[in-house]
């Protein structure tokens, strides 16, 4: 018999189709290069792009040096990491841990006029439904979603700046050659350019910093998070943060006691923890509802610890 938890579980290629779904910039490096041909020396900058069917599609602009060295040579890395809000960034920072991230290796090659622009269309209507999916969604959702910071901004807002005209860009397309899986404690996972390639696209991805941060800006969502740590792992956590959502799960950064001094007293560190749906949250709105269940059968655990249920 099929172990039915076995489904549950991400493998490094669809975490790394979650990682690129879900964010939308990323540290382009090509090979610098002169009238010569290419050198040695990398010329690394920040970029837009899009993944759609299995490739980057990257916006670079029009001043940018990656325009000049891909004419010459048209390898190049591109560095993606997980859509993680300000907040939770700096306290991984603190505690000298990495966000998770994808790296890959691969030919950056321009597209033809015609092929930019159905780049370009492909991005409108792409934001036009994660519009339309914000503005329908139900009340608790579009609560979690407006919880969100100021500064947290929507995949589509942020990639907006490209349809509106104000810089020039030239559009490329990357076609993948190796794809690695980074860790959060900088360990590398080789995964084949092909499993992440039919590994199917979690629809909550372009929602998941906006949900991230709605959850971990409202103080009783973070209670249910240091509850969940208690009733489901055994872990008396003094805070918790959320860090990932996926279709299968969350992960959560939990504050709980450490190593034990000499003087009697736990010294506090933050630790990683994964939580499991029981079945797969197709959209933002099966995901906030396992959650709020998840919260509803936590409650009825400690009030049956306590005597009172």
């Known amino acids: 018999m099929k172990n039915p938890n076995k489904a549950m579980v991400l493998t490094f290629a669809e975490r790394c189709k979650n990682i690129l779904s879900g964010n939308w910039q990323a540290h382009l490096h090509t090979i610098k290069a002169d009238a010569k041909g290419s050198k040695e020396d990398i010329h ?14 990257i916006w670079i602009q029009e001043d940018d040096l990656h325009n000049v060295n891909t004419i010459i040579d048209e390898r190049g890395s591109l560095s993606v990491t997980s859509a993680v809000p300000g907040p939770v960034m700096n306290l991984l920072k603190s505690i000298r841990k990495l966000p998770v991230r994808v790296a890959l290796t691969g030919d950056v090659v321009p597209l033809k006029d015609e092929k930019v622009q159905l780049a370009a ?36 807002e942020n990639l907006q700046e490209i349809l509106d005209g104000n810089d020039a860009y030239m559009v490329y397309k990357f076609n993948i ?3 690695s899986y980074i860790d959060g404690n900088g360990g590398s996972h080789d995964v084949d350019v092909n499993d992440v390639e039919i590994s199917k696209a979690d629809m909550l991805s372009p929602f998941s910093e906006a949900l991230i941060d709605g959850i971990n800006q409202s103080p009783a969502r973070r209670r249910a998070l240091m509850l969940f740590c208690f009733v489901y792992l055994n872990k008396n956590a003094r805070d918790a ?66 005597g009172l249920g």
């Open 121 to 156: 269309e492909t991005l409108r209507e792409i934001m036009l439904s994660e519009r339309k999916t914000v503005s329908g969604a139900s009340y608790s959702v579009s609560g979690v979603l407006s919880s969100s910071s100021v500064s947290c901004k929507s995949r589509s």
């Open 44 to 57: 690394s900058s920040r970029v837009k792009y899009l993944f759609k069917r299995g490739k980057p599609y």
């Open 241 to 306: 943060l959320m860090l990932s959502v996926d279709s299968k799960g969350f992960d959560v950064l939990g504050k709980v006691p450490g190593v034990t001094t000499k003087d009697g007293l736990s010294q506090y560190e933050w630790r990683e923890f994964r939580f499991t749906f029981k079945q797969e949250a197709r959209d933002i709105e099966t995901f906030c509802r396992l959650l709020v269940d998840m919260e509803e059968e936590a409650l009825k655990n400690v009030s049956s610890y306590s």
């Open 177 to 179: 050659r190796s794809c």
